[in-house]
């Protein structure tokens, strides 16, 4: 019997077909029929008359591993479309951790007020499954994550025993759940890894059926050899991969998105089997403590902080080139626990406010919150993101964590991208600008990113396919959010649907909470 009729709408399938009318009729948690006129069948209706049904969004760039245990509707997420979050991204993952990697999280989670009840992947895939969040979640296993568990922070090549304790772990983990491994080459101790030691560890990934997805080593100056080195982990391993968020960062390197995706397209046609990712916007988000180097990170936070104390170690820094580089003027703080009023002002206007040198007052600043600072840095090409988006094997990711307009969640002035990303690629990218049409839109938010992680019946409307469903106006959907205003959710998304309950009914939160983790071996593989 059917319990969900949605009746109508246009289905935009997810596979870049074109777009047809359909009905369609949801049984047990799956997609039971498509067709025409389908009958009621004493099934609750949503009509959908000029509107589109497509799968609901996965965003295989996220950095909600602990959103969801502040907040488990996971709203900004949810109110983008969003039925799937990839987390873990970036190097860093919320399990396995023991030793330094278990101190690190902790220090992050009691800054969210959150209590770590985990050790392994298997205990954080169930402490997610007793929440009960509104969306699905996955995770890959972070390489700092790893290192961080068998070796600390040190700026050093593991030795043979401990390459084996972190492939061990890394196997036990995909065992558990996990869907892979993903470094963050910028971010110690990820960013003391060698090419080498990746390759070992993907040789793992490989054989587990798992994704490698990658921050590479440097998206500026240094692009294009950091894209090869990734391609090159992915032919020495065999395993597939993710290039995350790609971009080219610094003004002097826009228009190197061209050689790039050059050289990606060329591994592709040798057989490496890539894709990248990324969103839709001009500036990027991290940390404020990518201005310092990477030896300075050697031991972990409290290590650096007591570093940066030492005025020595400060004259050293100051003409030390960092990957992100320092245009002050265009490093904007998003969020600084003891300080609210800094969000939404810049490095340069900060220090020039207080009379002190950026430099230094960005280390006091590190100091005093104790390295946790998030900033927005505006550093890319609007060309360079359209040229990116229109390349076939593009993936759309928020790289966001979900966030919500009220509770713990909606402090500073975060990046707009996790209210903001799939509208904003639907609205102004496909519908307003063109660069891409709205089929082949829903197909990089979809289909093309299920198939990364391999993802069982998701990512497609389907017969028998899991209904996790979005339904937008094509004609109104849009992002909302802006760098001043990020706490806006989008226009034109009605009703989300995940596994089969409604999520998001006329743009609001409902009650439902039929989200799980979905594990490798099991959901995915």
């Given amino acids: 019997m059917t319990d969900l009729l949605i009746r109508g709408g246009t289905v935009i399938d997810g596979t870049g077909a074109p777009r047809s009318r359909a009905d369609v009729a949801i049984e047990r948690g799956r997609v039971a029929a498509i067709g025409s006129d389908l009958a009621k069948d004493g099934a609750r209706v949503i009509e959908a008359k000029d509107h589109v049904i497509a799968p609901g969004f996965i965003d295989i760039h996220s950095h909600s591993d602990e959103a969801m245990f502040v907040n488990d509707a996971l709203e900004s997420a949810l109110h983008m479309g969003v039925t799937l979050v990839v987390c873990g991204n970036c190097g860093g993952s919320s399990a396995p951790v023991s030793g330094l990697a278990e101190a690190e999280l902790d220090r992050e989670l009691s800054r969210l007020n959150v209590q770590r009840t985990w050790s392994s992947f298997g205990e954080y895939a169930d402490?997610?499954?007793k929440v009960k969040p509104a969306i699905n979640v996955c995770s890959f296993v972070g390489h700092g994550?790893?290192?961080?568990c068998v070796m600390g922070a040190d700026d050093r090549a593991p030795t043979k025993d401990e390459l084996a304790r972190m492939r061990a772990l890394l196997a036990k983990s995909m065992d558990e759940g996990a869907i892979g491994l993903a470094s963050g080459l910028i971010y110690p101790p990820s960013a003391f890894g060698t090419t080498d030691e990746l390759a070992a560890l993907c040789e793992v990934v490989r054989q587990k059926g798992g994704l490698y997805a990658s921050h590479i080593r440097n998206e500026s100056t240094k692009l294009l050899d950091a894209v090869e080195e990734n391609?090159?982990?992915g032919r020495r391993s065999g395993a597939r991969v993710e290039l995350s968020h790609h971009k080219a960062s610094g003004q002097k390197n826009w228009g190197k998105v061209k050689e790039s995706t050059a050289l990606i397209e060329r591994a592709r046609a040798e057989g490496v089997d890539v894709t990248a990712d990324q969103y839709p916007y001009t500036a990027s988000s991290t940390g404020l403590a990518v201005t310092i180097p990477n030896w300075v990170h050697e031991g972990?936070?409290?290590k650096m902080c007591e570093r940066l104390r030492d005025p020595a170690v400060r004259a050293r820094i100051r003409n030390e080139d960092v990957e992100t580089g320092r245009a002050f003027d265009r490093i904007v703080i998003a969020r600084a626990r003891l300080h609210p009023e800094w969000a939404g002002k810049s490095v340069q206007q900060l220090a020039d406010e207080a009379g002190r040198d950026p430099l230094e007052w960005s280390c006091d600043a590190l100091i005093e919150h104790d390295g946790a600072v998030d900033i927005v840095h505006h550093s890319m090409s609007e060309d360079d993101?359209?040229?990116?988006?229109a390349k076939e094997w593009i993936c759309i990711g928020s790289d966001s964590r979900a966030n919500a307009p009220y509770g713990p969640l909606s402090f500073g002035k975060p990046h707009p991208r996790s209210y903001g990303t799939f509208p904003r690629v639907l609205g102004r990218y496909a519908r307003d600008e063109k660069v891409l049409g709205l089929e082949d839109a829903v197909r990089k938010m979809t289909s093309l990113t299920a198939s990364r992680p391999r993802v069982r019946d998701r990512g497609v409307v389907r017969k028998g396919a899991w209904a996790d469903l979005v339904i937008f106006d094509p004609d109104?959907?849009?992002d909302?959010?802006?760098?001043?205003?990020?706490?806006?959710y989008p226009v034109g998304i009605e009703y989300v649907i995940v596994n089969?309950?409604?999520?998001?009914e006329h743009g609001e939160t409902t009650r439902e909470r039929q989200g799980r983790f979905l594990r490798q071996g099991r959901d995915l593989g």
């Fill in 127 to 129: 402490a997610v499954d």
């Fill in 145 to 148: 994550t790893l290192r961080s």
């Fill in 231 to 233: 391609l090159e982990i």
């Fill in 300 to 302: 972990g936070t409290a």
């Fill in 385 to 389: 993101v359209r040229y990116v988006m």
């Fill in 476 to 478: 109104r959907v849009i």
């Fill in 480 to 488: 909302a959010a802006t760098y001043d205003d990020p706490h806006r």
């Fill in 500 to 504: 089969g309950g409604v999520a998001l």
